[in-house]
């Protein structure tokens, strides 16, 4: 699944803007938004324990806007 990793990306990119000196809390602030979502999206799935199984084509929807959600951030300069 590429939603665990894509949270994970932006994960990673928001903690190393935020460790930068003199970093702006605002913007990572916004970012953290829908990397948030996304998380919440994966969580979904992972806690539902079926990993789509009995709804396959929802499962994929929420998975598709986890990775739109985790990526719209992070792939800011």
């Known amino acids: ?3 665990r990793p894509a ?3 932006a994960i990673g990119r ?3 803007a935020g460790a930068q000196p003199g ?5 990572l602030d916004e970012a ?3 990397r948030r979502e996304a998380q919440l999206r994966w969580d979904f799935i992972a806690a ?3 990993e789509g199984f009995h709804n396959p084509e929802e499962a994929l929807r929420i998975l598709a806007r ?3 959600l985790a990526y719209r951030r992070s792939s800011r300069p």
């Open 32 to 34: 953290r938004g829908p």
């Open 7 to 9: 949270a994970q990306t």
């Open 14 to 16: 928001i903690g190393a």
């Open 23 to 27: 970093a702006d809390a605002a913007p």
């Open 66 to 68: 986890a990775v739109d």
């Open 1 to 3: 699944m590429r939603s």
């Open 48 to 50: 539902e324990n079926s």
